[in-house]
């Protein structure tokens, strides 16, 4: 039902809108209640480098020790054992980054490489085969495993590499103006334990900003559920349907909220999985190295079983779903404003959903009831072959992705230097970003597309506020 309402306001005000090209037709804008705090009240009042780096307010004693290990735990680099460190010794054998930072710097986003031979800085390539398991989940190689660490111990053959090279793609908008798309091809080169399965899947997995994801594991699932439209009964095009996937911890079947393609049902199971995929440690919920068949990986190191504790997970998960959102700058500015409202009229509000309401039952009570503005609805949607890396996740199908939140996307460049969007970074910029939609957001990029000069650059100055 709020979704269905939300849909008929949207296409009442985009009738009303789109195909009007006048830049003074815009009348004067009020600013809504607390439009600002993009996450409630444990919003945090930075706009530097450092803007996502910051606790969630009112944390208790207690959580704010836990947050404070856990931090160490994701800034510090771990070591192959044996080591002197013993809390931070496991590394591998075979991984992607040597700490949760190394992808994620400054809790930030990652970044494709630059050139051919540069480490890539977050972004890995996943790999699965035809078929499923028992549990839902894809299957992987039977040799690389579900994905392709590039990196190996001393003593170990690294399990391979890949290249990039980018095809170029042009749009064309009403008013003349021209952008170039990089759409990327990704090759795995020097396997180093065989041929990879024939017909592999490779789908390349960008590591994303982390703050908020507690508010976003707080969210009601009926919430959610209730965005929800599967069967399009609605007939407006947009079909976001819920991911549900394997709990490790329960052995059960729930929702998925998080990864690219919703495929981690909580922030802990997340964590773990990052830990064991992108590191190689392991923990209670991932307790098996990641070595190809006829290894024997019980004759290499390791830094104990588990190598992270459970206690030292649940302060990274901490820490990882308390860190804190910024607060939306610039968000009186009458431009901004007109963005927004541009924002809405095309369409992008369908999915990027700008205010929800979090639930009273999180264990961690600063997260509760709150009123935040993430723009998302943690659904799935079909975008179109161009993104579609074809490789299903549980119920999610080679073209479907969940819809990432947009709150911190404006403080990207400040936090990394760097603005690359979408799954695979191939996005350099918001506007690319908008260009790449297709599938079920087709409409709202032909809107976009349609747009004056002058809305489409309120449009982006808005986003840049979030």
């Known amino acids: 039902m709020i979704k269905k309402c939300l849909k008929v306001v949207l296409f009442i005000t985009l009738i ?52 404070g290990t856990g931090n160490s735990f994701f800034r510090q680099s771990w070591v192959s054992a044996p080591a002197s460190t013993t809390a931070r010794d ?8 040597v700490a949760c930072a190394s992808c994620h710097f400054k809790d930030g986003r990652g970044r494709p490489p ?101 508010l976003l594991e707080a969210l009601e699932e009926q919430t959610l559920l209730n965005l929800a439209d599967p069967n399009d009964m609605d007939g407006d095009g947009i079909s976001g349907r819920p991911n549900y996937v394997h709990d490790i911890a329960k052995n059960k079947t729930v929702m998925g909220r998080f990864g690219w393609k919703a495929n981690q049902p909580n922030v802990k199971q997340q ?38 504790t459970d206690s030292n997970l649940d302060k990274v998960a901490l820490y990882a779903s308390t860190l804190a959102v910024p607060v939306q700058r610039d968000f009186k500015n009458q431009n901004v404003l007109k963005g927004k409202k541009t924002f809405n009229a095309i369409g992008c509000a369908n999915c990027h959903i700008p205010k929800l309401q979090t639930g009273n039952t999180h264990p961690i009570v600063a997260l509760r009831n709150q009123t935040i503005r993430p723009y998302t609805d943690l659904l799935l949607h079909d975008m179109g072959n161009d993104l579609a890396d074809n490789a299903p996740d549980f119920l999610a199908s080679g073209t479907e992705w969940r819809t990432p939140a947009l709150w911190g996307i404006g403080l990207l460049n400040t ?21 790449w939609h297709g599938g079920e957001a087709q409409v709202s990029k032909s809107n976009y597309k349609k747009l004056s000069l002058q809305n489409r650059k309120d449009l982006l100055q808005f986003m840049n506020t979030l």
């Open 16 to 67: 009303s809108f789109v195909g009007c090209q006048k830049d003074d037709d815009y009348e004067t804008i009020s600013v809504e209640s607390g439009e600002e705090l993009l996450g409630g009240s444990t919003t945090v009042f930075n706009a530097s480098e450092e803007a996502f780096g910051f606790a969630a307010s009112q944390l208790t004693f207690e959580e704010r020790a836990a947050f």
């Open 90 to 97: 496991g590394l591998g054998p075979f991984f992607n980054a």
């Open 114 to 214: 630059s050139f051919d031979g540069e480490t890539a800085r977050g972004l890995l390539l996943r790999l699965s085969t035809d078929g499923f398991a028992s549990d839902g989940s894809t299957l992987p190689d039977p040799i690389y495993g579900h994905q392709l660490q590039d990196n190996a111990i001393l003593g170990q053959t690294v399990k391979g590499n890949f290249t990039i090279t980018y095809q170029d793609i042009t749009e064309y908008f009403a008013d003349g103006t021209q952008v170039v798309l990089k759409k990327p091809v990704y090759n795995i080169a020097t396997p180093g334990y065989g041929n990879l399965t024939s017909g592999i899947r490779i789908s390349p997995r960008l590591a994303n900003q982390i703050i908020g994801l507690g």
């Open 271 to 308: 964590v773990a999985a990052a830990f064991s995929g992108d590191m190689g440690i392991t923990s209670v919920l991932f307790p098996n190295e990641n070595c190809p068949p006829g290894m024997d990986c019980d004759a290499i190191p390791n830094g104990g079983s588990p190598e992270i």
């Open 415 to 435: 936090v990394n230097k760097s603005t690359f969007l979408m799954h695979d970074g191939r996005a350099r910029s918001i506007e690319e970003a908008i260009l």
